[in-house]
């Protein structure tokens, strides 16, 4: 099984447009350190999930039939852009898999062309795509979104975006079922009080200490956090690191 983080930024993504502080300027000058909006792939065999599509050459990355369906966490610009375009396409349709969102975002339901959003999910009724085991979690944002704890040949992850904090039945779910791998939000620099929608990092770490999982990579990172990384380069809790595009995890050694 091979995770491959495609995105790990905020909305706005680094480098912020127009800004010039020291993570921007330096995701300029390095490749490496560029975010772009927070996604994933699962591959196991022949089967390739997506998780989230906001990238704007998701259908370059994916052309039609190469992949077998799309985890949505939920429908805010960022993480359903890549969708736009792709939906005027020939050829097979796409699985969907998101929140029941009456919503949605702007017309995407209501001409999806040859996307299928008939799979909403349920929090807690887990489903298979292949041999894939996945579960949907219920997290806290400004409006439903899901995270999916994936189990794959006894390796288990969880990918948790967006969110401030977790719901008690989805910690208690985590702290069950420990997660080998987890992907977890952290937009903010450390804060005494709790942000909106979002993980600061003494929130993260506070997260990873209770679910304890075996590695933790901090995912949606904001240019904020970036420049107060570059400020104080002290190591995090053992296992937490930020998580980086193109960062791949292959289970269990």
């Given at each position: 099984?091979?995770?491959?983080?495609?995105?790990?930024?905020?909305?706005?993504?680094?480098?912020?447009?127009?800004?010039?502080?020291?993570?921007?300027?330096?995701?300029?000058?390095?490749?490496?350190?560029?975010?772009?909006?927070?996604?994933?792939?699962?591959?196991?065999?022949?089967?390739?999930?997506?998780?989230?599509?906001?990238?704007?050459?998701?259908?370059?990355?994916?052309?039609?039939?190469?992949?077998?369906?799309?985890?949505?966490?939920?429908?805010?610009?960022?993480?359903?852009?890549?969708?736009?375009?792709?939906?005027?396409?020939?050829?097979?349709?796409?699985?969907?898999?998101?929140?029941?969102?009456?919503?949605?975002?702007?017309?995407?339901?209501?001409?999806?062309?040859?996307?299928?959003?008939?799979?909403?999910?349920?929090?807690?009724?887990?489903?298979?795509?292949?041999?894939?085991?996945?579960?949907?979690?219920?997290?806290?944002?400004?409006?439903?979104?899901?995270?999916?704890?994936?189990?794959?040949?006894?390796?288990?992850?969880?990918?948790?975006?967006?969110?401030?904090?977790?719901?008690?039945?989805?910690?208690?779910?985590?702290?069950?079922?420990?997660?080998?791998?987890?992907?977890?939000?952290?937009?903010?620099?450390?804060?005494?009080?709790?942000?909106?929608?979002?993980n600061d990092l003494n929130l993260a770490l506070s997260l990873h200490q209770k679910i304890a999982p075996l590695e933790t990579w901090l995912t949606h990172i904001s240019h904020d956090l970036d420049a107060w990384l570059m400020a104080h380069p002290e190591p995090l809790s053992?296992?937490?690191?930020?998580?980086?595009?193109?960062?791949?995890?292959?289970?269990?050694?």
């Amino acid at each position: 099984m091979k995770f491959t983080v495609l995105g790990s930024g905020a909305v706005g993504g680094v480098p912020l447009y127009g800004c010039d502080c020291p993570a921007c300027q330096r995701s300029r000058a390095v490749s490496s350190y560029i975010r772009r909006p927070a996604s994933a792939l699962i591959e196991h065999g022949n089967t390739r999930i997506a998780l989230d599509a906001g990238l704007a050459d998701f259908g370059t990355r994916f052309p039609s039939g190469s992949l077998d369906a799309v985890l949505l966490t939920h429908y805010h610009m960022d993480h359903v852009a890549g969708l736009f375009e792709i939906r005027w396409g020939k050829g097979a349709s796409l699985a969907i898999h998101g929140p029941v969102d009456e919503h949605g975002c702007d017309d995407l339901h209501t001409h999806p062309g040859i996307l299928d959003f008939s799979a909403t999910l349920e929090a807690f009724q887990c489903f298979e795509i292949s041999d894939i085991r996945i579960t949907p979690l219920p997290l806290i944002h400004s409006r439903p979104t899901l995270g999916y704890f994936i189990e794959v040949d006894g390796a288990r992850i969880a990918y948790l975006t967006d969110t401030v904090d977790l719901p008690a039945a989805t910690l208690a779910f985590l702290q069950t079922h420990r997660p080998d791998l987890m992907l977890l939000d952290c937009s903010h620099p450390p804060s005494d009080t709790p942000r909106r929608n979002h993980n600061d990092l003494n929130l993260a770490l506070s997260l990873h200490q209770k679910i304890a999982p075996l590695e933790t990579w901090l995912t949606h990172i904001s240019h904020d956090l970036d420049a107060w990384l570059m400020a104080h380069p002290e190591p995090l809790s053992r296992g937490v690191s930020i998580a980086q595009d193109g960062q791949v995890w292959r289970g269990l050694v």
